[in-house]
């Protein structure tokens, strides 16, 4: 009779042990596919409509352009055909704000070049400063180094104090950055194509 007992009881013990173990495999094997899921979806890059990808190449090719030596009438132009493409792109917000963020820095990298055509000295100043706020705004780094060039507090003009290309300088330089952060979000297995070439 207690034989009997004890082959019932390790009977019970083994079945509900092999439960046990089916039941932590099946889960494991779940965990194991929804973390390959999420390495999967965080290489893979986001799916970037045509609009989107050619605002995205466009700022590369302006990029690369003014990494050169580009002219200010081409510049205008560039920008000025980049904004309606711009504009009308769709897709991942984030990349979209990032490419955004890149047209309006160009787009006041142009502004203040276009104040050299306006004649009379204080006018050329008037015109440079009141895009200077927009910028300082927009970049209030740009800002802090400008206050810290600037000899006098007493001065009538700030972009006087300023040297123009110095000032353009960098504004691309965010333009850049903006751009390229834009370029690895859109592509995150080139960045890391790239970091493993540079290794």
């Not at 490419?99 to 000295?121: N, T």
Request: aromatic share 6%; glycine share 4%.
């Amino acid at each position: 009779m207690q034989f009997k007992k004890l082959a019932l009881i390790f009977m019970t013990v083994t079945l509900l042990v092999s439960c046990l173990l089916s039941i932590l495999s099946v889960r494991s094997e779940s965990t194991d596919a929804n973390r390959s899921d999420k390495i999967a979806n965080k290489t893979s890059p986001p799916v970037i409509p045509p609009p989107l990808e050619t605002a995205l190449e466009e700022l590369r090719v302006i990029q690369i352009k003014i990494e050169g030596d580009i002219h200010p009438k081409e510049y205008g132009e560039d920008i000025h055909d980049l904004t309606p493409i711009v504009e009308n792109a769709y897709g991942d917000a984030e990349i979209l704000a990032t490419v955004k963020s890149a047209l309006a820095g160009h787009q006041l990298a142009v502004q203040f070049w276009e104040c050299d055509r306006v004649f009379g000295y204080d006018e050329l100043f008037q015109c440079r400063d009141q895009v200077l706020q927009a910028v300082f705004q927009k970049y209030p780094d740009i800002a802090a180094q400008a206050q810290a060039i600037m000899a006098s507090e007493n001065i009538t003009y700030i972009s006087a104090e300023l040297d123009e290309n110095s000032l353009l300088e960098a504004i691309w330089e965010k333009t850049g950055t903006d751009t390229k952060t834009a370029l690895q979000m859109s592509n995150p297995t080139s960045l890391t194509a790239d970091n493993h070439t540079q290794n």
